[in-house]
T-cell receptor
Framework: DAKTTQPPSMDCAEGRAANLPCNHS???????VYWYRQIHSQGPQYIIH???NNETNEMASLIITEDRKSSTLILPHATLRDTAVYYC????????????FGKGTLLTVNP | NAGVTQTPKFQVLKTGQSMTLQCAQD?????MYWYRQDPGMGLRLIYY???????DKGEVPNGYNVSRLNKREFSLRLESAAPSQTSVYFC?????????????FGDGTRLSIL
């Protein structure tokens, strides 16, 4: 699995866009970039994933650079409930994939 | 729609005691996983089961055993609990087919070993 690097913490004002960066310079061609988040005391929650194209769903957008060495998760209008630890994970796809969680980024959304 | 259900939610054990953590999912998923999370750390995979009848070791399997009882249930057993196994344990499941299936997590079992 690709090693990923994320800043340990970030702040964002409520209502503004939160842009969470992730570096995955060693990612291989068949590895997806997955994003999960963990709100305090809860189990991780899947957000979005992508291979090489930008992706958007009801929760967030994922922008992957053309060389696939980095990506950015965008929460377009952050709310207080988005305060959580966000994990960027590189892993092969398929039904038996295993996720390797690092320490992630603690995003604090401030009023 | 319950998703992934873990029992118990909290447990305190004495060193040397044994116990089984239970996990059940109602999403008809093929794959199930057990993770542990220590304070300030990310999750680490203990064991996983790609399908009913199969189990494989993850990153930190020592001191644990698992049983895939049926498609719905995947249990984690501590035979002789040690203080180093104090942690929050998460169970997850994922479906089969297609290029990707996200993992769905339970709310965890908080285990303290004295």
């Amino acid at each position: 699995d690709a090693k990923t690097t994320q800043p340990p913490s970030m702040d964002c004002a409520e209502g503004r866009a939160a842009n969470l960066p992730c570096n995955h310079s060693t990612i291989s061609g068949n590895e997806y970039v997955y994003w999960y988040r963990q709100i305090h005391s809860q189990g991780p929650q899947y957000i979005i994933h992508g291979l090489k194209n930008n992706e958007t769903n009801e929760m967030a957008s994922l922008i992957i650079t053309e060389d696939r060495k980095s990506s950015t998760l965008i929460l377009p209008h952050a709310t207080l409930r988005d305060t959580a630890v966000y994990y960027c994970i590189g892993s092969s796809g398929g039904s038996n994939y295993k996720l390797t969680f690092g320490k992630g980024t603690l995003l604090t959304v401030n009023p | 729609n319950a998703g992934v259900t873990q029992t118990p939610k909290f447990q305190v054990l004495k060193t040397g005691q044994s116990m089984t953590l239970q996990c059940a999912q109602d999403m008809n998923h093929n794959s199930m996983y057990w993770y542990r999370q220590d304070p300030g750390m990310g999750l680490r995979l203990i064991y996983y089961s790609a399908s009913e009848g199969t189990t494989d070791k993850g990153e930190v399997p020592n001191g644990y055993n698992v049983s895939r009882l049926n498609k719905r249930e995947f249990s984690l057993r501590l035979e002789s609990a040690a203080p180093s196994q104090t942690s929050v344990y998460f169970c997850a499941s994922s479906g089969a087919g297609g290029a990707y299936q996200p993992q769905h997590f339970g709310d965890g079992t908080r285990l303290s070993i004295l």
